[in-house]
């Protein structure tokens, strides 16, 4: 069993940056795949960002690829998203996730964080 914190949220203006983090306990951290999901008030959560067990491969949504981030230091369980050029679409709750399916659906990963709110103001 996985247990997840994120933190790092806030309120930001247009073009800003944040950097959120997501701390996990239990010693098989590394075997974990991890990800991002974010959800809108009115919408459902939406797939952000992934990353492999080890670090070697990413994903992005198509709407963050190339301002966002993702990284992990498995020594430190600890995973990240480092977020630049935030717009206004950018406003949600940020959850950290892990599971050991690689994938975009919600249902890949059975372990979810709280979840960090991030508000994009013009």
């Known amino acids: 069993q996985v247990q997840l914190v994120e933190s790092g949220g806030g309120l930001v203006q247009v073009g800003g940056s944040l950097r959120l983090s997501c701390v996990a306990s239990?010693?098989?951290?590394?075997?974990?795949?991890l990800g991002w999901f974010r959800q809108a008030p009115g919408k459902e959560r939406e797939f952000v960002a992934r990353i492999t067990s080890n670090g070697g491969s990413t994903n992005y949504a198509d709407s963050v690829k190339g301002r966002f981030t993702i990284s992990r230091d498995n020594a430190e369980n600890t995973m990240y998203l480092q977020m630049n050029s935030l717009k206004p679409e950018d406003t949600a709750v940020y959850y950290c996730?892990?599971?050991?399916?690689?994938?975009?659906?919600?249902?890949?990963?059975?372990?979810w964080g709280q979840g960090t709110q991030v508000t994009v103001s013009s």
């Open positions: 996730v892990a599971g050991l399916r690689f994938g975009r659906n919600p249902n890949d990963y059975p372990y």
């Open positions: 239990g010693r098989t951290f590394s075997t974990y795949g």
